[in-house]
């Protein structure tokens, strides 16, 4: 796992109470599959659905804002207690704007994680704003903190780690298996 080693980003994520995540190349590789009849198919990793299960352990809440509508996410989201889900939504900023005049939640108490350039606003609003080595390269260049792996292969488990580590409740979250 790659840590937060800028102390000024781990003190700010120290804070986050909302974890906000992208769909397609943060949660999936950002592959699009389609059945011979045109159904699409959504590849999720069984390792960010962990992740996710593990920031709820922690008491933080979750979002999926998502630019397509895809009814695999929303069941991946009700199936992993994902406090908001936003679809079809391409100003990512305005849905996470609509979260937070709703909830207890604000731009300094949330983290995001996205790869394209839909995303780049919201990354840039919240107080941890991060990618993946295969995002586009501005958003590359604007984000606070970068995965190591990519979109789809735990990708989303290691940006819930890294904001479990930052408020040194990581090893309290892994303890529960031993």
Not at 44 to 71: M, Q, W
Not at 79 to 107: F, N, V
Not at 134 to 153: I, K, Q, S
Request: hydrophobic fraction near 45%; glycine fraction near 8%; charge should be negative.
């Amino acid at each position: 796992m790659r840590k937060i080693d800028n102390p000024a980003l781990r003190s700010l994520t120290a804070k986050v109470t909302l974890a906000v995540f992208d769909v397609d190349g943060i949660m999936t590789d950002g592959s699009l599959h389609f059945l011979p009849d045109g159904r699409e198919v959504k590849m999720f990793n069984t390792l960010d659905g962990l992740g996710v299960k593990l920031l709820h352990n922690a008491g933080i809440e979750t979002a999926i804002i998502t630019g397509r509508r895809s009814p695999q996410v929303e069941i991946r989201a009700e199936a992993l207690g994902i406090t908001y889900l936003r679809q079809g939504r391409d100003d990512k900023l305005e849905a996470l704007k609509e979260i937070w005049a709703i909830s207890a939640h604000s731009a300094s108490t949330t983290a995001y994680i996205g790869d394209d350039l839909p995303d780049l606003s919201a990354i840039r609003a919240v107080t941890f704003g991060a990618t993946v080595p295969n995002a586009h390269p501005f958003v590359l260049e604007h984000a606070d903190w970068c995965t190591a792996l990519t979109g789809g292969y735990g990708a989303a488990r290691e940006f819930c780690e890294a904001i479990l580590d930052a408020q040194e409740k990581l090893d309290s979250a892994y303890e529960r298996f031993l």
